[in-house]
C-alpha cells in the first residue's frame, strides 16, 4: 500500500481522524517545521522521520528533514552518551574526556553552518544534534529524545 496520499491512512484510522488531522493543520498552516538527526539509514528515528515528514507535507506542513554529519570520534562519544543517559556505567578504565566534549562542541558547531536551522520550529531528535540549539533564534526548538531517560548519569546529563 502506498502512502503516497492521505487516503491511503484512512482505511487504516479511520475517516474521522483524517478530518481532525487536516483541521489540526489547518489551524497551524504556515508554520515550517525542520526535523534534524544524526543518520538517514538505519534506527528507528529514521523510520519515524521516512514516514512523518511526507505525512506533514501530505496535509499541508511545509516540512524538512536534516542529518547532520560527524566524525567517528564524535559518533563513539555520542554513543558513550546514548549509554550513559540510559542508565549504564562507565566501564573501568572508560572516561568522558574533555577532548571528546570538545569534538561533541565542534562537530555540532561545524553543523550550525551547514544545517538549515531557519523552520519556525525546529525539532531536534536524541542527544547527537542537540548542541545545535545554540543556534536558536526567535524560532520554536523542540528536543525529541528517543531513549530512556529515566536514569541518566548526572554528568552528560548536565552537561
Known sequence: MSFSQLSAYEEIVGSAEIEELL????????????????????????????????????????????????????????????NLLQGLSLKEGEKISEDMLDEYRRVND??????????????????????????????KWVWRCHIDLSSPDKRIWDF
Open 110 to 139: 561545524e553543523n550550525m553552518k551547514k544545517v538549515d536551522l531557519t523552520s519556525d520550529v525546529v525539532i531536534i531528535h536524541d542527544p547527537q544534534p542537540a548542541a545545535l540549539v545554540r543556534a536558536r533564534g526567535n524560532n
Open 23 to 82: 483541521a489540526l493543520a489547518d489551524g497551524i498552516k504556515g508554520i515550517s517545521v525542520t526535523h534534524v538527526n544524526s543518520t538517514s539509514t538505519g534506527g528507528g528515528v529514521v523510520e519515524i522521520l521516512r514516514s512523518l515528514v511526507p505525512l506533514f507535507r501530505l496535509v499541508g506542513i511545509p516540512c524538512r528533514w536534516e542529518v547532520m554529519q560527524g566524525t567517528d570520534k564524535f559518533f563513539g562519544t555520542t554513543k558513550l552518551f546514548h
